[in-house]
């Protein structure tokens, strides 16, 4: 997954780009009510702050996202884990097309062994 931070605002846009199916089982957070997703990112962010993500699925789609801070894992986290925050999806239709897109695309993956970066 590639992240980064460019150009707008305090702390940019975050843009993340998820190219197989297992990097999408690692970042994506189904259960939150809404969707969430782990962005890589070294920036330092609030709980609660509103943030924008760029996100790119499997080289074929992209979708804006809105959504706010939910899960901060920091630089110092010990293990595996890589700094990042959880980013719950916005309750809008083009998060609902985000969320419709992702639980298509991880519905047949078992992902059995597969440790992700959240819970």
Known sequence: MAFMGAGMGKKGILSCEIKDVTELHKVYMPFIEKGGIFVKTKNSYELGEEVFLLLSLLEEEKFPITGKVIWITPSTAVGLKHAGIGVE???????????????????????????????
Do not use: C, H
């Open 89 to 119: 999806l916005s309750d809008n239709s083009d998060m609902e097309m985000a969320r419709t897109k992702i639980e298509t695309i991880l519905a047949p993956f078992k992902g059995d062994g597969v440790a992700t970066e959240t819970m």
